[in-house]
């Protein structure tokens, strides 16, 4: 991905996270502190506060208007700009999709899509302002359908989709918006699975790089995609699966 980032790349810039207390979420957030980036850390969870460069956290649910809002003044409050948002925040339920529940089924997409547009719309202003970027956490799911996470992975080909079109028009604005979508991660929410025998034979039989991934390549991917080192992509959906979504 070009020249290896410098310790300070981030310096100066305020970085939003959301998801910041989940597996993925919050390797992102340490790869942005390691960068130097002003931390805005956001969970409905305990949201952790051990990194260098945290300015604020915010413990709530990101379906409320007012969490959301609370998320952007807190960037705004404590440096006066916002330069990065990445929406990490998402749940999954494994589950044939005919059994669901209407309950269940708007949990997934008010967590996964809803309040995830909703952050977009929110920040989009001060992004202008800032000339900052979008970086979204998709799926593998969202293109290769897996059992038991249809619902899952429609929320998050929507995800993928509204990317695209934030590109779209926020580019002539000056902001980037791209996405990162990860095949076999380790994590908290998918080690259960990923640890049954029969999932691992089912994986490993058509994933060339025969490995699990992990969250760190995941916040490599993000932070790559939020820096001036990838200035000229935006509507990109970048898979992060070792090969996954090609075989």
Not at 12 to 37: M, N, S
Not at 125 to 145: F, M, Q, R
Request: overall charge negative; aromatic content about 4%; proline content about 5%.
């Amino acid at each position: 991905m070009g020249e290896t980032p410098s310790e300070d790349e981030f310096a100066g810039r305020t970085v939003v996270v959301t998801g910041a207390a989940g597996g993925i979420g919050r390797e992102i957030a340490a790869a942005f502190d390691r960068l130097g980036a002003d931390l805005v850390l956001v969970d409905v969870q305990v949201v952790p506060s051990a990194l260098r460069h945290v300015v604020a956290t915010v413990e709530g649910d990101l379906r409320q208007p007012e969490t959301v809002a609370e998320v952007v003044q807190a960037a705004l409050s404590e440096t006066g700009h916002l330069d990065v948002l990445v929406n990490a925040a998402g749940v999954q339920l494994r589950k044939p999709a005919v059994d669901l529940v209407d309950d269940e089924w708007r949990r997934l997409v008010d967590i996964n899509l809803s309040s995830l547009f909703a952050l977009c719309r929110a920040a989009a202003p001060h992004l202008v302002a800032s000339g900052g970027s979008i970086v979204n956490i998709s799926s593998s799911a969202a293109t290769h359908v897996q059992p038991d996470i249809a619902p899952y992975g429609a929320t998050k080909a929507a995800v993928s989709q509204l990317t695209k079109g934030l590109a779209a028009e926020l580019g002539p604005l000056g902001v980037r918006a791209n996405g990162v979508a990860p095949g076999y991660i380790t994590t908290p929410m998918t080690a259960s699975n990923l640890a049954r025998a029969d999932v691992q034979e089912r994986i490993f039989g058509r994933l060339p790089l025969q490995r699990l991934g992990t969250a760190a390549e995941v916040a490599d991917t993000v932070t790559f995609l939020a820096s001036d080192r990838a200035r000229y992509i935006t509507g990109a959906i970048i898979p992060v699966d070792g090969g996954y979504s090609v075989t």
